[in-house]
């Protein structure tokens, strides 16, 4: 059914809390004790690099870059005990179409924390948001979870990390499946004509248009990206990222276990050293295979809608999610 709710209309049904702006920008919040809320941009890089190591994250520059060109990020800088300016917390709203937008990055450096930063912050991004009549979306871990809930999030589903250390047993178990997998599905790169496929695959899975943020992922490392081809259609695909410490593969999506085999078995083959991954808990039944290749669980996540009677997209189709910052 088409949607006829005017954009005020869904700007009063979203705001439900947290700050706003003004028409003009201006935020309705006043400054924190010790610093004020400004906006982020590439010239803040290496601040927002220290702060995502600071939480032990693998954020790397390519990532930090990537959401304040496709997103908005805010942050505090307030002195330190020498009395140096820091970029004290952040927070990155990153927008997918006008319907909703990804809510990550926040994080506040050690000695700054008790403050409140964190909260005045993701009040200012949900307000932005709310005053755009944009749902908010982020995926909370347990810590964070009680937090998110105060702010009118609700859980949808769930998904888990789990980190390779050992390349080799993940190698030599490629190996031992290959011949089973291509059977079920070609397994070959990505080629430049195979974007329309994949965009009509991953439209209606995401729930919104994610072009940007794929192609950025197929050229930051085109060695991990590939496709699942099945009686001369694209049935599947996979993309990698480099991280501060370890790659990341994801998303990933795939029409059975053999695919999603497949997929990540060319994936894991092009990348040396530690890994991530994020399997959603729809895809449970692949821990196994996963364990055999030397994957362990890391941590849950919980993705949270605020301004959404559900998640968008259909997450029975996806395998991988990109990382809890990206969607």
């Known amino acids: 059914m088409e ?7 869904r ?14 920008g201006a935020p309705r919040n006043g400054p924190p004790a010790g610093g004020a809320i400004g906006p982020l941009g590439v010239a803040d890089l290496a601040g927002a690099l220290e702060l995502s190591a600071s939480a032990s994250w693998n954020q790397n520059e390519a990532d930090w870059r ?19 300016e820091r970029l004290a917390a952040s927070v990155i709203a990153l927008p997918y179409g006008d319907e909703f937008a990804w809510v990550s990055m926040v994080i506040v450096l050690p000695s700054f924390r008790g403050r409140g930063y964190a909260s005045l912050l993701l009040d200012h991004a949900l307000g932005e948001l709310a005053w755009r009549g944009i749902a908010a979306i982020l995926d909370a871990t347990p810590d964070g979870h009680p937090i998110y809930v105060e702010k009118g999030f609700v859980d949808t589903w769930g998904f888990r990390r789990y980190r390779r250390a050992a390349p080799a047993i993940a190698r030599a178990s490629a190996e031992r499946s290959a011949a089973t997998v291509t059977r079920a599905a070609a397994i070959r790169p990505l080629r430049d004509d195979d974007w329309p496929s994949i965009l009509a695959i991953d439209r209606p899975a995401f729930g919104a248009d994610r072009e940007a ?3 950025s992922l197929a ?3 085109p060695g991990g990206a590939h496709v699942a081809e099945s009686g001369g259609r694209i049935a599947g695909f996979v993309f990698a990222r480099d991280g501060r410490e370890a790659s990341h593969v994801g998303p990933l999506l795939a029409p059975d276990e053999a695919t999603a085999h497949g997929l990540l078995d060319a994936a894991l083959a092009a990348l040396g050293g530690p890994v991530y991954l994020d399997l959603t808990d729809h895809h449970a039944r692949l821990l196994p295979w996963l364990q055999s290749r030397g994957f362990a669980f890391q941590r849950p996540f919980t993705r949270m809608v605020r301004g959404l009677p559900h998640a968008p ?15």
Do not use: F, H
């Open 3 to 9: 949607n006829t709710e005017k954009p005020a209309e």
């Open 11 to 24: 700007r009063k049904r979203r705001a439900r809390g947290g700050t706003a702006e003004a028409p003009d």
């Open 66 to 84: 990537l959401m304040l060109t496709l997103g908005r990020g805010w942050g505090i800088r307030a002195p330190d005990d020498s009395g140096r």
């Open 213 to 215: 943020l794929l192609r």
């Open 219 to 221: 050229a930051r490392l």
């Open 313 to 327: 997209g259909d997450p029975t189709r996806i395998v991988l999610v990109a990382g809890p910052e990206l969607g």
